[in-house]
């Protein structure tokens, strides 16, 4: 992972851009410390569809005999 600083990251904006493409991550650093992260846009894991996926996964992995989330938000009113 490449870091930039952002004078360098403006005045090579079109060359950040084209490494971006070819999968590389680049770091923008403002004084030395890290404010942005330039990313592939297929790189992206939270994609709507990679967040539902999750979801699913998640709604499968959960044992039963748990609370459920209404009885947690009420068991929380109670206090």
């Given at each position: ?42 790189q ?15 709604r ?5 005999g ?14």
């Amino acid at each position: 992972m490449r870091q930039v600083g952002a004078y360098e990251a403006k005045i090579h904006l079109a060359e950040l851009l084209d490494q971006v493409a070819r999968g590389e991550t680049i770091i923008i650093t403002k004084k030395g410390k890290p404010v942005a992260k330039m990313v592939p846009i297929e790189q992206d894991p939270w994609t709507l569809d990679h967040i539902i996926r999750r979801l699913h996964r998640l709604r499968s992995e959960v044992q039963p005999g748990f609370p459920s989330l209404r009885e947690m938000i009420e068991e929380g009113r109670r206090f």
